[in-house]
């Protein structure tokens, strides 16, 4: 036999043989376990947490694997920030405003009320300074967030009684989220937060008087129109609602670059796709929802104002009173002005002919 040939089949071989280890060594196989707080049956916003895994593996090569569970599964679904702080979990799917207790600028990037809308929010978290201001106060909590997720502009809720005057809201036991929480306290109603899968049974037993949630999709799968059925809009208080991917800050630092940039993408994504698909769904629930009786009602510009007046004071206090927040809102608040008169020209004019012109058919 031929040594020289032998030998220089070896030779070309060794590249082969040494790469497979290389390649495993930069690109290693990760199990994270992923928590959504929201419950299976809530196919956009726990579908949002899976579809995330999905993308990370198949930008891995499935090398950089995400289980995902639902509300409750491993913690509470109120808790998930909580467990990704500790390390619990890796990671969490979640909104920041559930956990104002902790630090009430969290509500930024979630929503406040009469605040940037989804597309608002995206260019102040993007390009207006948003997203350093929130990795500074996550750093703080041993996380880092990604934007994850928006349900575009919110219904205002499910009602027993109709709300016609500021008398109707006093003493009001409204499950009710965020801010929002706050400046229905200040117009005399009794908020509280409910986790999403105890909100039916809540409303049901008569422990709440009201609740909101997202929107049609959403509200009817969670059948809040069989027991409250006068539904309200607009969503004041949530013109949009961004939902965080938030991590172990050293279990994400520990992963190799490309699987960050995996999640990177994957969340971006998923921050475009979540509101087109409530673009799409929204419509056609509300109008089952009304076939089934709901009846659609709209807040009264009485009760407009006054939770405009009411928000205008509890951000003043907070930003008095807490740094952070103040930090946040000096950012925010002017983006919002540019924003909201830019959107008044453009938007705005074209909405309320193009809207009104198609309804009169």
Same mark, same amino acid.
């Given at each position: 036999?031929?040594?020289?040939?032998?030998?220089?089949?070896?030779?070309?071989?060794?590249?082969?043989? @040494?790469?497979?280890?290389?390649?495993?060594?930069?690109?290693?196989?990760?199990?994270?376990?992923?928590?959504?707080?929201?419950?299976?049956?809530?196919?956009?916003?726990? !579908?949002?947490?899976?579809?995330?895994?999905?993308?990370?593996?198949?930008?891995?090569?499935? /090398?950089?694997?995400?289980?995902v569970f639902p509300a409750g599964e491993i913690?509470?679904?109120?808790?998930?920030?909580?467990?990704?702080?500790?390390?619990?979990? $890796?990671?969490? &799917?979640?909104?920041?405003?559930?956990?104002?207790?902790?630090?009430?600028?969290?509500?930024? +990037?979630?929503?406040?009320?009469? !605040?940037?809308?989804?597309?608002?929010?995206?260019?102040?978290?993007? &390009?207006g300074g948003g997203q350093q201001l929130a990795?500074?106060? +996550?750093?703080?909590?041993?996380?880092?967030?990604?934007?994850?997720?928006?349900?575009?502009?919110?219904?205002? !809720?499910?009602?027993?009684?109709?709300? /016609?005057?500021?008398?109707?809201?006093?003493?009001?036991?409204? #499950?009710?989220? !965020?801010?929002?929480?706050?400046?229905?306290?200040?117009?005399?109603?009794?908020?509280?937060? =409910?986790?999403?899968?105890?909100?039916?049974?809540?409303?049901?037993?008569?422990?709440?008087?009201?609740?909101?949630?997202?929107?049609? &999709?959403?509200? $009817?799968? @969670?059948?809040? +129109?069989? =027991?409250?059925?006068?539904?309200?809009?607009?969503?004041?208080?949530?013109?949009?609602?961004?939902?965080?991917?938030?991590?172990?800050?050293?279990?994400?630092?520990?992963?190799?670059?490309?699987?960050?940039?995996?999640?990177?993408?994957?969340? %971006?994504?998923?921050?475009?796709?979540?509101?087109?698909?409530?673009? &799409?769904?929204?419509?056609?629930?509300?109008?089952?929802? =009304?076939?089934?009786?709901?009846?659609? /009602?709209?807040?009264? #510009?009485?009760?407009?104002?006054? %939770?405009? /007046?009411?928000?205008?004071? *509890?951000?003043?206090? *907070?930003?008095?009173?807490?740094?952070?927040?103040?930090?946040?809102? $000096?950012?925010?608040?002017?983006?919002?002005?540019?924003?909201?008169?830019?959107?008044? =020209?453009?938007?705005?004019?074209?909405?309320?002919? %193009?809207?009104?012109? %198609?309804?009169?058919?």
């Amino acid at each position: 036999m031929n040594r020289r040939l032998i030998l220089g089949a070896a030779a070309a071989s060794a590249p082969a043989v @040494l790469a497979a280890p290389a390649l495993a060594q930069s690109n290693p196989e990760v199990r994270w376990r992923f928590q959504s707080s929201f419950p299976r049956n809530l196919d956009v916003l726990y !579908g949002t947490a899976e579809r995330i895994a999905a993308r990370v593996a198949a930008l891995t090569e499935n /090398r950089f694997r995400i289980s995902v569970f639902p509300a409750g599964e491993i913690v509470p679904a109120l808790q998930v920030l909580d467990a990704v702080q500790a390390g619990t979990i $890796e990671a969490g &799917h979640t909104a920041a405003y559930w956990y104002i207790g902790k630090e009430p600028g969290l509500a930024f +990037f979630t929503a406040i009320p009469f !605040g940037l809308n989804t597309r608002q929010m995206t260019a102040w978290m993007r &390009h207006g300074g948003g997203q350093q201001l929130a990795d500074q106060l +996550f750093a703080d909590y041993n996380i880092a967030m990604l934007p994850a997720g928006d349900t575009g502009a919110q219904m205002g !809720g499910w009602f027993r009684n109709e709300i /016609r005057t500021q008398q109707d809201v006093q003493g009001l036991k409204f #499950r009710i989220s !965020g801010l929002a929480g706050q400046v229905f306290q200040r117009m005399g109603a009794a908020p509280t937060l =409910v986790a999403p899968a105890d909100i039916y049974p809540a409303l049901e037993r008569g422990t709440i008087d009201a609740t909101e949630f997202v929107g049609p &999709h959403d509200d $009817e799968r @969670l059948g809040f +129109f069989r =027991v409250a059925r006068f539904y309200y809009a607009p969503g004041f208080f949530e013109p949009s609602a961004r939902l965080s991917f938030m991590a172990n800050r050293r279990a994400m630092e520990a992963l190799p670059a490309q699987y960050r940039e995996a999640l990177s993408i994957a969340c %971006a994504e998923a921050d475009s796709e979540m509101v087109s698909r409530y673009d &799409h769904l929204n419509p056609i629930a509300l109008r089952r929802l =009304v076939a089934a009786g709901a009846q659609l /009602r709209f807040y009264s #510009r009485d009760i407009l104002q006054l %939770a405009w /007046r009411s928000n205008e004071a *509890l951000m003043a206090d *907070l930003a008095g009173q807490n740094a952070r927040f103040r930090t946040i809102w $000096e950012s925010y608040r002017p983006y919002r002005s540019e924003l909201f008169q830019w959107f008044r =020209v453009a938007e705005n004019s074209f909405d309320n002919f %193009a809207f009104a012109a %198609a309804a009169a058919g």
